[in-house]
């Protein structure tokens, strides 16, 4: 089973900032990558997949990078409405893995 | 626009068996795709427990292969999700989804959710 690591567990900004995300694979998934915003109360919803693709209408604040085993979740400028919980997700083998998810909160 | 809606008890006995129902608007499952349910512990993460793809084949999480089971039923457009010998462990908020493409295992949409809790 490939375990994800994410980083930092709470991560403390104020809107208008930058946000980095860290997601870290126990063995290579590849591309096989995606993250999900959740908000308080609400399902997950799908953000980045493949890495890098963000699926239609998401706003472009929101990137993916990496390969292998690191991979990175930027906000370019954090928006009141992007405080939330973010999870990242591997597909390159079964099972499927989450994280353990990272808190963005209001500084 | 496809919509998923959980719905089953909410309060299971340990030793018995979960039973949820997931059912799907806006798409046909039989049209394919990957269809998951997904739990998460209160104050906690997201567990994938398994998926089914319209061709019948299942997948499941290792620590939960052998209690659980997840079954389509086309005529009615819904997904089924049964996991048996509950213990409080498995008291969670369950979620079904639907994988974005063929082939492929992100998901979106998910429904709301359904909080199962264990116990007597």
């Known amino acids: 089973e490939i375990v994800l690591t994410q980083s930092p567990a709470t991560l403390s900004l104020s809107p208008g900032e930058k946000a980095t995300l860290s997601c870290r694979a126990s063995q290579s998934v590849s591309s096989y990558l995606a993250w999900y915003q959740q908000k308080p109360g609400q399902a997950p919803r799908l953000l980045i997949y493949?890495?890098?693709k963000r699926p239609t209408g998401l706003p472009a604040r929101f990137s993916g990078s990496g390969s292998e085993t690191d991979f990175t979740l930027t906000i370019s400028s954090l928006e009141p409405e992007d405080f939330a919980v973010y999870y990242c997700?591997?597909?390159?083998?079964?099972?499927?893995?989450f994280g353990g998810g990272t808190k963005v909160e209001i500084k | 626009q496809v919509q998923l809606q959980e719905s089953g008890p909410g309060l299971v006995k340990p030793s018995e068996t979960l039973s949820l129902t997931c059912s799907v608007s806006g798409y046909s499952i039989s049209r394919g795709y990957y269809w998951a349910w997904i739990r998460q512990s209160p104050g906690k993460g997201l567990e994938w427990i398994g998926n089914?793809?319209?061709?019948?084949?299942?997948y499941y999480t290792p620590s939960l292969k052998s209690r659980v089971s997840i079954s389509v039923d086309t005529s009615k457009n819904q997904l089924f999700l049964n996991l048996s010998s509950v213990t409080a462990a498995d008291t969670a908020v369950y979620y079904c989804?639907?994988?974005?493409?063929?082939?492929?295992?992100?998901?979106?949409?998910w429904g709301q959710g359904t909080l199962v809790t264990v116990s007597s």
């Open positions: 989804a639907k994988s974005i493409a063929t082939g492929t295992t992100y998901f979106e949409p």
């Open positions: 089914i793809y319209y061709g019948g084949n299942t």
């Open positions: 493949d890495t890098s």
């Open positions: 997700q591997q597909r390159s083998s079964w099972p499927l893995t």
